[in-house]
């Protein structure tokens, strides 16, 4: 694409622009000084293809209309190899937008449409707005970055965004990174708090028979001090009833004892003839008489042993059998508290016990089973006395009330037991559960991380490849630029797996980092490289003819390199086609064949033709 | 293992930008050199190009660069 006229209207500081055969070739200066309207003259030539600016926004075009006015018009003639066309963009100051662009042979409308217009310049030129300001426009806004040169020529090469990326990547990556370290860190520590709380099945399960047996104990000596308690008052209220009927019982066999003995006398007098031949002189039958009574008497003590005997087994028997029972108690209450619980509970709760640190009870503090022997038969026949049986009774019920507070004492701490092993064990299942759901996130976050890496790998592959495609592309013709535009310095670049972008100096066959290099010859490299690039677009778009336009971009150069340089752009310009706007604030020293575009308007009006410097 | 046509992989993916595109054209062929690794794992790959395709998508906006 080459710039052959451009007219323009109420744009920027102009009244009116107008700019006519623009040559095709070589450099073209645009010299004057500030607010002369160089740097509009490029964002006219941007707003008419693009219908954007690199000073203000999308939406604020409007900014583009000189003050005071109702709108701006920008015409800009242009050639695409054999194709003339001229494109005409209008904006107004409510920001609405128009386009029409034609074929200047035929005179024919080619798009009118702003979309349109777009599209088909893309297919003319083979490049939008974007690339063409990373390749064919300087704007005067780079000329103070300090990073623009390395950036754009990083866009150029299409390997910006994959710089941007790999920082991304990188950050996400040690960002996933730090996350699965402080994850297995987290895993590590419950790990070691699971050992902690490690649970064993069979000391809860110890701990619960222990509960169960001392529970069980509790219970035993409680109901046994009740009972022992119930049966001594029974005992007192039976005592004076089973005398009572035992003395019965004693005064019937007595009275069974006299007369079976009158019984016997009668039948052994009865059975004495003398003293039947006496009796009977005295009253006839009297012996006969005698065996009767003597009959009478027998019967009668068999009925009062019969008496005694249903007395007995009906009424004492039971008594006795009652009694029984609190005999068999006390004898049971005396054996379990002539023992320490150590020895009366089953011995692995009384591992517990010893694991408590509880001391077994000292023999003085048990029952002496002795003291009991003594007492035993006498209890089942209501042989002792109510008080002294009392006073035995409670004697032992005071005890086992004792050792039951004992037990219940022990049976709390054996809950508690069981409660911190059942805490320890839900903890530990909740932190197999926490370590279970982190196991799940440190696994997607290490598949995350091997994403990342992959991606990686592959953005770098990608980049060696448009690294090899972008050294490939400019290296045959990058050389004659950057010799030009450094003074013979240097004579090429090579972008390096590493996204570095190197220098190559072929006097001392070194590589130096672009970056490291001084501002001007990386700004100097930079715009040898736009030139090659812009030749390289076009070429690959099927045209060696293209405009590039530089805003103060070789500020920083000075005399004599400015002039040299500036003769040795001409003449590449020359041999490749190339059109080459540069803006000076003022004329170099040597600009010989160098055009001019002298930038001095009058009253904001601008009406110029090139002049050729030196052969005037 | 078994890989899915690269056609249908290919098509999974939607690129946004021109740099999104470069860089999907640029996997077909990666990927078929990597897939001679035996280690090759498939789904990983996938998942590796959509994420760095996300991220040239979110970073290129949408107009191309030069691309050289």
């Known amino acids: 694409m080459i710039v052959q006229a451009l007219q323009a209207q109420n744009f920027r500081q102009f009244l009116h622009l107008n700019i006519q055969l623009i040559p095709a070739n070589g450099v073209i200066l645009l010299v004057g000084g500030n607010e002369t309207g160089k740097s509009a003259i490029g964002e006219a030539i941007v707003f008419a293809l693009f219908g954007l600016s690199d000073r203000v926004g999308a939406k604020t075009l409007h900014q583009l209309i000189r003050w005071g006015q109702e709108e701006a018009i920008v015409q800009l003639a242009f050639q695409i190899n054999d194709k003339a066309l001229l494109i005409e963009r209008t904006i107004s100051t409510a920001g609405q937008m128009s386009v029409v662009l034609w074929d200047r042979s035929t005179g024919q409308v080619i798009a009118d449409a702003i979309q349109q217009v777009q599209t088909v310049l893309q297919n003319l030129l083979g490049y939008g707005h974007k690339v063409f300001n990373q390749t064919f426009y300087w704007s005067q806004r780079l000329t103070k970055s300090s990073t623009a040169d390395l950036e754009a020529i990083q866009a150029m090469a299409g390997v910006q965004v994959y710089q941007q990326v790999h920082d991304l990547i990188e950050n996400d990556t040690r960002t996933a990174l730090s996350k699965s370290e402080q994850l297995e860190k987290t895993l590590q520590e419950q790990a070691a708090q699971l050992k902690q709380r490690k649970v064993d099945p069979l000391r809860l399960k110890w701990l619960q028979e222990t509960q169960a047996e001392l529970s069980n104990s509790q219970e035993q000596h409680y109901a046994l001090a009740e009972q022992i308690g119930e049966e001594t008052q029974h005992y007192e209220r039976r005592y004076p009833l089973y005398h009572q009927i035992k003395r019965q019982v004693s005064s019937l066999h007595w009275g069974a004892g006299l007369l079976l003995l009158l019984m016997l006398i009668l039948l052994g007098g009865s059975l004495s003839s003398g003293f039947t031949l006496w009796v009977e002189s005295l009253w006839t039958g009297a012996s006969k008489l005698m065996i009767w009574i003597a009959l009478l008497l027998g019967i009668s003590a068999a009925v009062a042993v019969f008496f005694a005997y249903r007395l007995a087994n009906e009424e004492m028997t039971p008594l006795r059998s009652k009694v029984g029972l609190l005999a068999q108690r006390l004898y049971t209450g005396y054996r379990m508290m002539s023992v320490s619980l150590h020895e009366l509970l089953h011995p692995a709760t009384a591992d517990w016990l010893r694991e408590k640190q509880i001391a077994p009870e000292s023999a003085d503090m048990l029952m002496d089973m002795q003291s009991l022997a003594k007492w035993s038969n006498r209890v089942e026949n209501y042989a002792i006395e109510p008080t002294d049986l009392r006073h035995l009774a409670d004697g032992l019920v005071v005890n086992l009330q004792q050792r039951q507070q004992m037990t219940a004492g022990l049976l709390s701490r054996a809950n508690e037991d069981i409660y911190r092993e059942q805490t320890k064990a839900q903890e530990a299942q909740a932190i197999q559960q926490q370590q279970l759901e982190r196991q799940t996130v440190l696994g997607a976050a290490q598949t995350q991380l091997q994403v990342q890496i992959m991606a990686q790998g592959l953005l770098n592959r990608a980049h060696h490849q448009a690294a090899v495609r972008f050294n490939g592309a400019i290296n045959h013709s990058t050389r004659a630029y950057i010799e030009a535009m450094t003074g013979g310095e240097y004579q090429g670049v090579e972008l390096a797996d590493d996204l570095q972008l190197y220098v190559i100096q072929e006097s001392n066959q070194s590589r130096t980092p672009f970056k490291t290099l001084k501002a001007e010859v990386q700004r100097e490299i930079a715009m040898a490289l736009r030139l090659s690039l812009a030749k390289a677009l076009a070429l690959r778009h099927g045209t060696n003819q293209h405009s590039l336009f530089w805003d103060e971009a070789l500020l920083s150069f000075t005399e004599p390199l400015l002039s040299q340089a500036l003769a040795h752009l001409n003449t590449l310009a020359h041999q490749s086609t190339t059109q080459l706007w540069v803006s000076l604030p003022q004329i170099p020293e040597n600009g010989k064949d160098l055009v001019l575009l002298d930038c001095r308007p009058d009253d904001n009006v601008l009406d110029i033709r090139p002049i050729r410097l030196g052969t005037a | ?68």
């Not at chain 2, 930008?17 to 050199?33: H, N, P, S, V, Y």
């Open chain 2, 1 to 68: 293992m078994s890989q899915p046509p690269i056609q249908d992989w290919y098509t999974t993916l939607q690129p946004r930008t021109a740099a999104g595109r470069r860089f999907l054209e640029f996997c077909k062929t990666d990927r078929l050199i990597q897939q001679q690794n035996l280690m090759f794992d498939s789904k990983l790959y996938l998942q590796a190009v959509s994420y760095a395709l996300a991220q040239i998508d979110t970073v290129s906006q949408s107009e191309q660069d030069a691309g050289i």
